[in-house]
């Protein structure tokens, strides 16, 4: 009989959830349009699955909250569960309004008329000498692409209540929208009222000429109005709005010139950062960093356009990445383009670099101006180069790689000592066992060069220690010795001046390709390609499996490769 009884419980309560049916009830029929309206929804049965369907709601309401609860009731052995929804609703606009039916598992609920009153127009008043939007936007002219600075204010009486923050950004179609910081709180005086404040501003950049429209702002609150506003000093729900903003968006004036990037704004500065150039001048071979900055005042750094830069050929040029940056101030956004790149010079003698220059529009004074670093004479000291200057950061490998030796007219010739007129007998005895072991020590050098030659009679021979050097400075990992022992097994492999000798490496892209990734290592910082030695050493081994016979007349990249 227990376990028939549990059974029998158990089959009652499923029977319950399952067979569920909906019913709606309000707590009034007539109201105010500044009133609120609870509805509540009631389904027999204990943990029901899911939730109504409150989208038909949306249509004339707002729903503000829901609840949900579940109870069970046992009387004389007879046990009812039930669940329920509470839902606080506010009416958007006045009129006979209908709570529609809602479904929960295919039950309905039967719909509710509501009778909605327009507030009267004192109240109205009341309510909006209460809490208020104020909504502006600068400048009044506004250009495409162009900022456009939107500002909305809250004002708010003590006592108001406000639910929640004010809204996010709003989303412009044609337009891009960033913020311009949080939203500030303060007090201010308003008609000779005291009121408190809030604040929100953000700048939009129209993406085409026309009509903009800026979306209103709905804040939703609760106030307490006085005893003489006719509502008896009671609270009452508001919803107050900004004004939807239309604005026309001007094209690209006329006499813009057209072969030049369109960039308008309030203020343009064209900056630059070369320490100690160019009154010091260039050392040929040496690399030299020079920075230009570019600072747009109401423009996004999205919209300033890479600088033009024509450099002699005398000159390589490595670029980094160029830096964009955003900051905000009392006018609006600030955007910064930051190009660095390491010049090196290869001639002696004096060069002179062209002018920089940033043509922008000046949306205050309707007019065209440009920004510009002026062109610059720079003298070139030193020896021309022949192979490429030496990284001033490269790490040092824990293993040497024999470097090849630089031409005789670059050596400059060693400086004997003089050797005074009266020398002690201790002094020449000095100098004769020095002159020994210096004797000694050429010798022996001299038998190493006969061993290990770097222009051996035996070409293959040559070439084989040369690419044993290469392959050592591969797995070293330092891009220097690389470069010398790759320029080395070069020449060993081809027998003829580098430039010629590179020619013939470099019939196969791919070659080039880590050719160039050795020199971008070298002499550019941040380079964005990234240098494999494995993948250099497979070229090399590449050119030696295959016949040396087929040469090919292209060109081998310049060892100062330009960007």
């Known amino acids: 009989m227990k376990t028939r009884l549990?059974?029998?419980?158990?089959?009652?309560?499923?029977?319950?959830?399952?067979?569920?049916?909906?019913?709606?009830?309000?707590?009034?029929?007539?109201?105010?349009?500044?009133?609120?309206?609870r509805l509540i929804l009631r389904a027999d049965g204990a943990n029901l699955t899911g939730d109504p369907d409150l989208d038909p709601?949306?249509?004339?309401?707002?729903?503000?909250?829901?609840?949900?609860?579940?109870?069970?009731?046992?009387?004389?052995?007879?046990?009812?569960?039930?669940?329920?929804?509470?839902?606080?609703?506010?009416?958007?606009?006045?009129?006979?309004?209908?709570?529609?039916?809602i479904s929960l598992h295919g039950d309905m609920s039967k719909p509710i008329q509501i009778t909605v009153k327009d507030l009267d127009p004192q109240i109205k008043r009341a309510i909006a000498d209460t809490v208020f939007f104020e909504t502006s936007?600068?400048?009044?002219?506004?250009?495409?692409?162009?900022?456009?600075?939107?500002?909305?204010?809250?004002?708010?009486?003590?006592?108001?209540?406000?639910?929640?923050?004010?809204?996010?950004?709003?989303k412009i179609?044609?337009?891009?929208?960033?913020?311009?910081?949080?939203?500030?709180?303060?007090?201010?005086?308003?008609?000779?009222?005291?009121?408190?404040?809030?604040t929100?501003?953000?700048?939009?950049?129209?993406?085409?000429?026309?009509?903009?429209?800026?979306?209103?702002?709905?804040?939703?609150?609760?106030?307490?109005?006085?005893?003489?506003?006719?509502?008896?000093?009671?609270?009452?729900?508001?919803?107050?709005?900004?004004?939807?903003?239309?604005?026309?968006?001007?094209?690209?004036?006329?006499?813009?010139?057209?072969?030049?990037?369109?960039?308008?704004?309030?203020?343009?500065?064209?900056?630059?950062?070369?320490?100690?150039?160019?009154?010091?001048?260039?050392?040929?071979?040496?690399?030299?960093?020079r920075t230009l900055l570019v600072r747009v005042d109401g423009n996004a750094a999205s919209a300033i356009p890479p600088l033009t830069t024509s450099l002699p050929t005398s000159v390589k040029i490595y670029p980094e990445p160029p830096q964009l940056n955003e900051s905000f101030a009392g006018g609006g956004i600030i955007g910064t383009r930051t190009e660095s790149a390491s010049l090196v010079a290869t001639q002696p003698g004096t060069l002179t670099l062209p002018e920089v220059r940033v043509t922008w529009w000046d949306t205050v004074n309707k007019k065209v101006r440009s920004a510009a670093v002026a062109a610059q004479t720079v003298t070139v000291t030193g020896l021309a180069t022949v192979t490429p200057p030496q990284a001033p950061s490269a790490p040092q490998a824990a293993e040497t790689t024999p470097s090849p030796s630089p031409p005789a007219d670059v050596i400059p010739a060693p400086q004997l000592p003089r050797i005074p007129t009266t020398m002690t007998l201790n002094s020449w005895l000095v100098a004769a066992f020095?002159?020994?072991?210096?004797?000694?020590?050429?010798?022996?050098?001299?038998?190493?060069?006969?061993?290990?030659?770097?222009?051996?009679?035996?070409?293959?021979?040559?070439?084989?220690?040369?690419?044993?050097?290469?392959?050592?400075?591969?797995?070293?990992?330092?891009?220097?010795?690389?470069?010398?022992?790759?320029?080395?097994?070069?020449?060993?492999?081809?027998?003829a001046p580098l430039t010629d000798s590179a020619a013939q490496f470099n019939r196969d892209p791919v070659a080039r390709a880590a050719v160039n990734a050795l020199n971008a290592m070298l002499y550019q910082h941040d380079a964005a390609s990234v240098f494999e030695p494995t993948e250099l050493l497979r070229c090399v081994d590449?050119?030696?499996?295959?016949?040396?016979?087929?040469a090919t007349s292209a060109e081998f990249p310049a060892l100062y490769p330009a960007a």
Not at 9 to 31: Q, Y
Not at 255 to 263: F, G, M
């Open 6 to 37: 549990i059974c029998t419980l158990v089959l009652l309560l499923l029977s319950k959830s399952v067979l569920a049916g909906l019913d709606a009830s309000v707590d009034a029929t007539s109201i105010s349009a500044a009133d609120t309206l």
């Open 57 to 101: 709601l949306t249509r004339d309401f707002e729903v503000l909250s829901t609840q949900r609860s579940s109870q069970f009731r046992s009387i004389n052995g007879q046990i009812d569960a039930w669940t329920t929804w509470t839902m606080l609703l506010k009416p958007k606009h006045s009129g006979v309004l209908e709570v529609p039916s």
């Open 137 to 170: 936007y600068e400048p009044k002219q506004v250009y495409v692409q162009s900022q456009l600075v939107v500002t909305r204010k809250l004002f708010y009486v003590n006592g108001a209540q406000l639910y929640g923050d004010m809204p996010d950004l709003p």
């Open 173 to 198: 179609p044609g337009a891009m929208v960033r913020s311009l910081g949080d939203t500030e709180q303060s007090s201010a005086v308003h008609d000779g009222r005291q009121y408190g404040l809030i």
């Open 200 to 289: 929100q501003r953000f700048a939009a950049f129209p993406e085409r000429s026309g009509k903009l429209s800026i979306p209103s702002a709905t804040v939703t609150g609760s106030i307490r109005l006085t005893a003489d506003s006719g509502m008896g000093g009671r609270r009452i729900g508001v919803d107050v709005s900004s004004q939807e903003l239309t604005i026309d968006v001007l094209p690209i004036p006329p006499e813009y010139p057209r072969d030049a990037a369109w960039l308008p704004a309030t203020e343009v500065e064209l900056l630059e950062d070369w320490p100690g150039q160019p009154a010091r001048g260039l050392v040929a071979g040496t690399p030299s960093q």
């Open 434 to 495: 020095v002159a020994a072991v210096c004797g000694w020590g050429i010798t022996a050098w001299r038998g190493r060069r006969r061993k290990i030659p770097a222009h051996s009679a035996d070409p293959l021979k040559a070439e084989r220690l040369a690419h044993k050097a290469l392959r050592r400075a591969c797995n070293g990992g330092n891009p220097q010795g690389i470069r010398a022992a790759f320029e080395e097994w070069l020449k060993q492999r081809y027998s």
């Open 542 to 550: 590449a050119v030696r499996a295959a016949s040396t016979d087929s």
